[in-house]
């Protein structure tokens, strides 16, 4: 029995903790510029329309609580300590990593709690962690880049979009038409030949070959407000098409987070559903992960391989 210690920093988004914190954490976002007040006020109204809060704090400590659970169940001789960094919001992943060299961890698997890889998203939480390692002397960290073609992960997601098609009837199921999506990044990411669109599409491609629909195609949601063109189609001007074509039935699989969360709570299931009533469009969302057992088993194998490098 060894007793070899890894850190885990498991990485997120963040979110305010309340309606106070919304102007320093989207400041954070726009790397220290302040919002405008119409940008601000108009942020602060979306949390107010999902309950003043999101869940996404909350939810991300369960996963943390539930992934170290998992891993240190199994009695494979390493003791695995979490560690929780956040990207717009205390504790930061730069702190956490801070607590990682004071509490002794030599060693560490980083990972964020988003499948896809681009330069713009994952690249940065990598960033921001290798900032605090040369701040703070240390540990070494191994990084899992993407994990959307893990085979639990997958199979998570195929359950999940099989519960949402059962809302069709099996004379309906063939004619819904299933969409991918990820959050819009800015079209530039493309001349930079990032993989996050082709990410998209793989992992798409493989949830829908698994639960038997070959109806789905991809979209891009909540897009930035900048001037800045963004990579399109977006999922609303998907779901206007689909109606002037005549699609009535569509499920929308937000496959590119893993949380319910204001992108999930308000630009689909607000925005995009009020659209879809008014083009007379059914409708449904699959169910996020959370901190679903089947998920974190995914996020455990993923941790432990990376782990196993030395
Ligand atoms: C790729 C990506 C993910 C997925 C990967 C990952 O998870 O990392 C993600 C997740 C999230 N994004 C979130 C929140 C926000 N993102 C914003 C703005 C932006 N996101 C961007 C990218 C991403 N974001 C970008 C390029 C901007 C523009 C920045 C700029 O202006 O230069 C803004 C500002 C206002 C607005 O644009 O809506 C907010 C409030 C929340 C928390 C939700 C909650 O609080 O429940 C989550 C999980
Ligand atoms: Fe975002």
Not at 174 to 202: C, W
Request: net charge negative; proline share 5%.
């Amino acid at each position: 029995m060894s007793n070899r210690i890894v850190g885990v920093l498991a990485m997120d988004y963040g979110t305010p903790r309340n309606l106070d914190q919304v102007e320093e954490y989207y400041t954070h976002i726009r790397r220290g510029r302040k919002p405008e007040p119409e940008l601000l006020q108009d942020l602060i109204d979306r949390y107010q329309a999902i309950g003043g809060v999101s869940p996404l704090n909350k939810i991300t400590d369960d996963q943390i609580e539930g992934l170290g659970r998992i891993l240190n169940g199994n009695g494979d001789g390493v003791t695995y300590r979490m560690y929780s960094g956040k990207k717009h919001i205390a504790p930061f992943v730069e702190d956490a990593v801070r607590q990682m060299v004071e509490d002794g961890i030599r060693e560490a698997v980083g990972f964020v709690f988003a499948p896809h890889y681009s330069t713009m998203s994952i690249a940065k939480y990598i960033e921001a962690a290798e900032k605090g390692v040369e701040q703070y002397g240390g540990p070494r960290i191994h990084y899992v880049r993407q994990w959307h073609l893990q085979p639990l992960y997958l199979d998570a997601m195929e359950r999940r979009l099989r519960d949402a098609l059962s809302h069709f009837s099996e004379a309906e199921r063939p004619g819904v038409k299933v969409l991918f999506t990820a959050h819009s990044l800015p079209e530039r990411i493309l001349k930079m030949n990032d993989p996050y669109p082709d990410q998209i599409r793989e992992s798409a491609a493989a949830i829908a070959q698994r639960a038997g629909h070959s109806n789905w195609g991809t979209a891009w949601q909540s897009a930035g407000r900048t001037p800045e063109p963004w990579l399109g189609p977006d999922i609303l001007d998907v779901l206007r098409e689909l109606a002037e074509q005549g699609t009535d039935n569509v499920v929308i699989c937000p496959f590119g987070f893993v949380a319910d969360h204001l992108e999930v709570l308000y630009d689909i299931d607000i925005e995009a559903q009020a659209l879809a009533k008014e083009v007379g469009i059914k409708l449904v969302r699959t169910a996020m992960l959370n901190a679903d057992e089947d998920f974190l088993r995914a996020l455990a194998t993923v941790v432990r391989q990376h782990a196993a490098k030395e």
